[in-house]
């Protein structure tokens, strides 16, 4: 089976710039994830869509960063205006059921802000 | 909240010892511990998967323990080798996934 799906692989941008990342998870998987991994840390989850439905979405900076999942498939995560410290892995994930069933990793955006 | 805590940061060992990954979390209310292999610039890959109700957990040359009372849970790698070397993560399930800062491994040839 295809696994998740994320691109750019890699965005270089100006501090105050936008950006998007687009991911599909896998095909059925009623759950994604996005993820904020900064270098030599532990990913920190973003927000959590069951479906089409956000399950959480307590640690997003709501004043800069936003995620939609419109249908129930793939996600945008866009980030307006970025900061220096948005430099960071921006991982999606899947799951079937959620939060009791194995989570499939993307490979992951590597953005950088300058 | 849940803290995750991976020690050690790094670990540098000959091919072919046996070694041990520690993850700690403080919460034992989890509902299952997932553990990850992530190399240099990709994602991560799961490796293993304990529910809650499950002592352990093995596949292949791994086997993951979870000792929930105690709120620790290992990883056990036999034989290792060169093409283990990458970052190993944990992460517990409790309402959200709560992931450690991993531990980097490194096996010399």
């Known amino acids: 089976e295809a696994g998740v799906a994320q691109s750019p692989r890699y965005k270089i941008i100006e501090k105050r710039q936008s950006v998007a990342f687009w991911c599909n998870p896998i095909?059925?998987?009623?759950?994604l994830y996005w993820y904020q991994q900064i270098l030599g840390q532990g990913p920190k989850l973003l927000i959590q869509f069951q479906n089409n439905g956000v399950v959480d979405d307590s640690q997003l900076p709501k004043d800069r960063f936003s995620a939609e999942r419109l249908k129930g498939v793939d996600s945008t995560l866009k980030i307006q205006p970025a900061k220096l410290e948005d430099s960071a892995v921006y991982l999606c994930?899947?799951?079937?059921?959620?939060?009791?069933?194995?989570?499939?990793f993307g490979p992951g955006t590597r953005l950088t802000v300058t | 909240k849940q803290e995750v805590t991976q020690i050690p940061a790094a670990l540098s060992v000959p091919e072919g010892e046996n070694l041990v990954l520690n993850c700690s979390f403080t919460d034992s209310a989890i509902y299952n511990l997932q553990w990850f292999r992530q190399d240099p610039g990709k994602g991560l890959t799961s490796l293993l998967l304990?529910?809650?109700?499950?002592r352990e957990q093995t596949s292949g040359r791994l086997n993951a323990s979870l000792d929930k009372s105690s709120g620790r849970s290992t990883l056990y790698i036999a034989a290792s080798q060169p093409g283990d070397s990458a970052t190993y993560l944990c992460a517990v399930v409790a309402g959200q996934f709560y992931f450690g800062t991993g531990t980097s491994l490194t096996v010399i040839p």
């Open positions: 994930a899947s799951s079937s059921h959620g939060q009791g069933n194995e989570q499939y």
């Open positions: 304990i529910q809650s109700s499950q």
């Open positions: 095909s059925g998987h009623a759950t």
